[in-house]
């Protein structure tokens, strides 16, 4: 007979009514495998219930967690989840169950206070919790009392900022079972034959770059000071996980560039790696070029998703991406010609909204968009949370940087929905894209998938069609 565990890890999302329209990437919750692999080396069984994956109402979520019995429950929530979390932390208190917070709502409620968050939560671990929220949940269940605890974290957030994952070659290893491998998975085919079973690895933590537009509140990690692991270890990892059935590899870095010399090395790994596995992973444009695009071919990158933001000049400046706008639109084209040559798929990730932004302007980015003929355009809506160095505009939308059911329609819904139509439903992209993935329309699993993110983006591009003549929006 299994005993009952100690702790239960949580990744909160939105209920199931309430998701966003647009097309999500289902990414593996790696800081909570993270913290269970942290726990299993102290013999601590823990447990991950994945709302991500498992979507239902919150009463239900609660049902599930509760049935297991825990002393205490570390909850990781996005801040767009921010009212289903605190729903489940309140419930998991009236029970007598210690309720930990963590991950990117925490970032958003240490910028700006939340009501409702001290009834929610006994202990708050600020920042990256992949060793941090081991070691509370340790003293928890050695016999500390969750009062003092908090206290103790309190002054320590006061003192030395949020934690940091500070030796990331320390961290051990986390499981990623052949289940995981075909759940969270990149939404979108890419080019050759089809990836079913996808692996997250974190190989950095940190970004140098200081983006005025950036925020951490949807960043993987915290803070400018760059913290890498031992490109041996990772390559070590990515073999482990291509053992166990991956055929293709996220990296959930925040940008896998921010260090060439890491970068190259890694490179060289990886393309030691036999069978060789592709993966993708987040890049900044500058940081390509001639040198770093071919050693990632040669280590089986399948797909870049780069940080272009705008293609109008004066926003380029405006938002730090360069210091002269009309020569990092010049890079640009030439970072995404340099990655055709070389075979790697492009997802062009622009936003939309940024302060003072004008027709003209935006008509730039479309025709930048355009121009580069990436593999999937990804726009979002510029939001000011609370630690971007950029003041709103005046159609800055909801506060979340993807449109949410329910909220109120505005100037932004019709911007985005007209530049994905304008993108995507043209005869070339189509042709090329076909030409690209058509392998993975032969795989009925994959076929089924895409035809679900079909009707997300077609949600997004019709939604606002269909509310200006009179009919309701997609739920």
Not at 135 to 152: R, S
Request: hydrophobic share 45%; glycine share 8%; aromatic share 6%.
């Amino acid at each position: 007979m299994v005993a009952d565990p100690s702790v239960v890890l949580v990744r909160v999302d939105r209920e199931p009514a309430r998701h966003t329209r647009h097309p999500r990437h289902r990414h593996a919750p790696l800081d909570l495998l993270y913290v269970q692999a942290g726990l299993a080396t102290r013999a601590i069984d823990a447990p991950l219930v994945d709302h991500w994956r498992d979507p239902s109402p919150i009463a239900q979520l609660l049902a599930r967690v509760v049935a297991l019995h825990p002393r205490a429950v570390l909850l990781r929530a996005n801040g767009w989840a921010a009212d289903e979390t605190l729903r489940l932390g309140r419930a998991l208190r009236v029970r007598g169950i210690v309720t930990v917070a963590a991950g990117q709502l925490v970032t958003q409620a240490r910028m700006r206070p939340v009501a409702g968050w001290a009834d929610a939560f006994d202990l708050t671990v600020a920042g990256e919790p992949e060793q941090a929220a081991v070691d509370l949940l340790g003293d928890l269940l050695a016999g500390a009392d969750p009062t003092a605890l908090a206290a103790d974290e309190a002054r320590r957030l006061a003192a030395h900022g949020p934690h940091l994952v500070r030796d990331p070659d320390a961290l051990p290893a986390p499981a990623q079972s052949r289940r995981q491998l075909a759940v969270y998975r990149f939404p979108f085919p890419l080019r050759g034959r089809p990836a079913r079973y996808w692996g997250h690895v974190q190989s950095s933590w940190g970004c140098p770059s200081r983006c005025r537009h950036c925020t951490e509140v949807v960043r993987k990690s915290v803070g400018f000071h760059y913290r890498r692991r031992d490109p041996a270890a990772v390559a070590a990892e990515v073999a482990r996980l291509a053992a166990a059935g991956a055929d293709a590899i996220c990296f959930e870095d925040d940008s896998l560039l921010a260090d060439r010399r890491h970068f190259l090395a890694l490179c060289g790994e990886l393309e030691q790696l036999r069978p060789r596995v592709r993966w993708l992973a987040s890049v900044r444009p500058d940081d390509l070029d001639a040198e770093t695009v071919t050693a990632a071919a040669a280590a089986g990158a399948a797909l870049f998703k780069v940080g272009v933001e705008t293609g109008a000049p004066r926003l380029a400046e405006l938002i730090g991406k360069a210091r002269d706008g009309h020569a990092w639109r010049a890079r640009v084209v030439e970072v995404f010609d340099l990655l055709e040559r070389a075979g790697i798929g492009s997802v062009a990730l622009f936003l939309v909204g940024l302060p003072g932004e004008s027709a003209a302007e935006r008509a730039l980015s479309l025709d930048l968009a355009r121009r580069l003929r990436p593999d999937y355009l990804q726009l979002q809506r510029f939001t000011a949370y609370p630690d971007v160095g950029l003041a709103a505009g005046d159609d800055a939308g909801p506060g979340y940087h993807y449109p949410l059911p329910g909220h109120a329609p505005d100037p932004l819904d019709a911007a985005q929905a007209a530049f994905y139509r304008r993108f995507y439903l043209r005869p070339g992209f189509v042709g090329r894209h076909l030409a690209h993935t058509w392998r993975s329309y032969l795989d009925p699993a994959r076929l089924a998938a895409a035809g679900g993110q079909v009707a997300a983006a077609a949600k997004v591009m019709l939604g606002p069609l269909l509310t200006r003549t009179g009919r309701a929006a997609p739920k």
